[in-house]
């Protein structure tokens, strides 16, 4: 449990320093070159450690995978999203296209929603929610972060066109079925988390549009949207 909070932990602030070098590239006025350093090299130091907590969290998969096979086949699927992630990384250097980057941003979301998942696995729960809802907003979440990343990386090129309104509406849905869901997983305190954070994420992004694509508010929209996938992959296996 422990060393898969550690992954987790690691792959967010990955996920958050990428979105925040990003939009600091992006800003008028940008970053400085030193903040820019400073980012990049938390960037590194944290993909790097969740490389080796990755490489120590497979082995004692392997050595469990009789009695927890559902878990070492997470953990298979982790280490094969960290080593493309890393291929990726390398080959796509400091400035990466917008192809590598939307595979670098919706790698690193998947890659959270799998260790968040493997520590949920380990505190199953009964199902306590349909097992047709739980799927559909696991689907419509997922859609959700396919339209908000390449909205973030292609920009007016698709704002222009339908996803954007697309995307604003799912938003409100996820948020009234989060508020629905809420109260069938987990302890009050999380709930209420899983709430507030899936009405921070359409909050933020109406409020980065309003403000003409402010990077603060883009970048709370996008560390709230991160924190979902991560608080919706925890609960999975407790509520269905």
Do not use: K
């Not at 390398?90 to 799998?114: D, R, S």
């Amino acid at each position: 449990m422990a060393l898969a909070s550690a992954c987790l932990g690691l792959v967010l602030v990955v996920v958050v320093v990428s979105v925040a070098i990003r939009l600091g590239q992006a800003a008028t006025p940008s970053l400085a070159a030193g903040e820019l350093l400073a980012l990049r090299a938390v960037h590194r130091t944290a993909a790097s450690l969740e490389v080796l907590a990755m490489l120590w969290l497979a082995g004692l998969a392997w050595r469990a995978r009789f009695e927890r096979p559902a878990f070492a086949r997470g953990a298979a699927l982790a280490g094969a999203l960290t080593l493309a992630l890393s291929v990726l990384g390398i080959a796509a250097g400091q400035n990466p296209p917008a192809a590598a980057a939307l595979g670098n941003l919706l790698g690193g979301l998947g890659l959270a929603a799998v260790f968040a998942w493997l520590i949920g696995d380990l505190r199953p729960s009964a199902a306590t929610a349909p097992a047709l809802a739980v799927r559909l907003g696991g689907a419509m979440l997922a859609v959700q972060c396919l339209l908000g990343a390449g909205l973030s990386l292609y920009g007016p090129a698709l704002a222009s066109q339908a996803m954007l309104p697309a995307h604003a509406m799912i938003g409100v849905v996820l948020a009234a079925g989060a508020a629905w869901l809420a109260p069938r997983g987990g302890p009050p305190v999380a709930r209420a988390a899983g709430v507030a954070l899936a009405l921070a994420v359409p909050v933020a992004g109406f409020t980065a549009l309003q403000y003409e694509f402010s990077p603060a508010a883009a970048f709370a929209h996008a560390a709230a949207a991160a924190l979902l996938v991560i608080a919706a992959a925890c609960a999975r296996p407790r509520i269905a």
